[in-house]
């Protein structure tokens, strides 16, 4: 049996994550101050450890990865418009949250870190699909602290017997995502259409994003740890798009209801287009992504469904 800790494991992705490790087997122990994640995403999974702080704190962190052969790092303050609302709070999670993780992991002897990054780190695109060696120009303070945060994991790894992988998330989606109005476009437009809200896109709708379901996005970190002697930076994502409007429309489709729909300003620190290159994550850790957008929506909707149901 194998000891993985994951910091944010109560927030969706890392849930997901822990769900996957719980499934084969092996002991997982859970970082999370629940200031974005849910317990109700752990209740599963009562045998996993869950120690309930934050990654600001430095004595929060003492002794928890004894033992613990890989960190999957998902803890951070997400979202281009939360950053800009709150620069500083965004930075001293991502950045100094950051460092913290890895000293404990320095200090515990951890194998590998598994870090969480995003599309953010780029900004806007000057070629698509975009490959990981694209200028990276954030529009957002949410962007350039994901940069940092890569870069420090990356840079440990140069000083220290320690791996890192910094996974770079397109636009992920899937169960355990709730409503958040700083999240991702799909549970905002879900949650406000299965309570019959008007749902508001932004600019002319034209814009694309390359989404990726979840489940692709735990498989990336299953594999990504499980490669020995490897470190880098991988765009982890679908490797196709759709407009905002075709998502609509599918939504439309999935949802039940009549949903009006209006348009609002383009807002700052959005790109206009966006298409990930993953062929280097398929190198060199076999990532494929399996789920097709018609059956990860389909999933979510199913899933937000239940979710909504019961509150």
């Keep these: 049996m194998t000891r993985y800790a994951v910091t944010g494991g109560a927030g969706f992705i890392g849930s997901n994550i822990v769900g996957n490790l719980v499934s084969r087997g092996h002991e997982v122990i859970v970082v999370d101050d629940l200031s974005s994640g849910h317990e109700i995403n752990l209740e599963p999974f009562p045998e996993v450890m869950v120690k309930n702080g934050s990654i600001l704190d430095e004595e929060a962190l003492d002794s928890v990865f004894d033992g613990v052969d890989t ?81 420090l994991c990356l840079a440990y790894a140069k000083l220290y017997d320690i791996e890192a992988i910094a996974l770079r998330y397109f636009n992920v989606f899937g169960p355990n995502q709730r409503f958040d109005a700083y999240g991702n476009v799909i549970p905002i437009f879900v949650f406000k259409m299965l ?71 383009e807002r700052p620190g959005d790109v206009r287009d966006s298409l990930a290159d993953i062929s280097a994550a398929r190198d060199a850790f076999g990532f494929e992504p399996t789920v097709s957008m018609a059956d990860g929506l389909a999933a979510y909707v199913h899933w937000a469904m239940s979710e909504a149901d019961r509150a």
């Design 195 to 265: 309570g019959g809200e008007p749902i508001t896109i932004f600019g002319d709708g034209e814009q694309t994003r390359d989404f990726i379901s979840v489940a692709d996005v735990v498989q990336a970190n299953i594999k990504a740890s499980e490669t020995r002697a490897l470190s880098g930076a991988f765009n982890i994502a679908s490797g196709t798009r759709i407009t905002i409007n075709d998502l609509v429309a599918r939504l439309n489709e999935l949802v039940p209801g009549q949903h009006k729909v209006s348009h609002g300003p």
């Design 71 to 151: 960190v999957f790092h998902l803890a951070a303050s997400v979202g281009n418009k939360r950053s800009i609302d709150n620069p500083v709070l965004d930075s001293k999670i991502n950045v100094i949250g950051t460092i913290n993780v890895l000293e404990a992991c320095r200090k515990a002897g951890v194998r590998k870190i598994v870090v969480s990054s995003s599309a953010g780190i780029f900004g806007e695109l000057h070629e698509l699909p975009i490959s990981e060696d694209h200028p990276v120009e954030p529009d957002s303070p949410y962007g350039a602290s994901k940069l940092a945060a890569e870069k």
